[in-house]
């Protein structure tokens, strides 16, 4: 059985979203320098690397990361070859034959290769979803959608119509995925993000499974 880890390491080099705090790791303690153990502490966004976003990032009294559902972070995903398109829009979404019952849905666009890049410069022309896309997800019963960069949304949209399009259905968006190495198809996802009360995101460990168990 396979089990492909689609999650970004967190390093103090990972690109994060231009204006959010960057990621600090610190060993507070450590063996090397005569302590009794190494113990580490992180300072992060909580929207980087591999997230989920809840509701609450963008609705105001949303929920919180917390209060997410478990059954809809784990399941039956299709991951979609996306690697010619340049923006994820409602004409994509309907070109590519959705079965019907999908409700998780990965987007594999040319940002994965960004990971890759050694220098982990933010790119702006990343891949995004479009307002009709974000619609046509809501409207076509998809409760989780997980994309390959830091945002579902294009770069600029200062007014996170995107955002507010899907958190206000409540559909669970989970970002920073890398798919580089993943083929389209379907496969069962788990994505737990962290349990922090109250936040309006969280770090997450996300693998998908081959489906076919021998
Ligand atoms: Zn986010």
Redesign the pocket.
Known sequence: MGVYDISLPITQNLVT?PGDPVIELEKVYQLEQGDVATVSRINMC??SGT???APG?FIAGGKSVDELDLTILTGSALVVDALEADNINAAFLEKIDIPAGTNRLLFRTRNSELWSDAQQMFTEDFVAISEDGAHWITENGIQLLGVDY??AAPFGDSNPVVHKILLRKETI?V??LNLLNIEPGSYQLVCMPLKIVGAD?APARAILIDEKIE
């Open positions: 979203w909580v929207h997230h989920v976003d990032h830091l945002s968006i970002e920073g995101g």
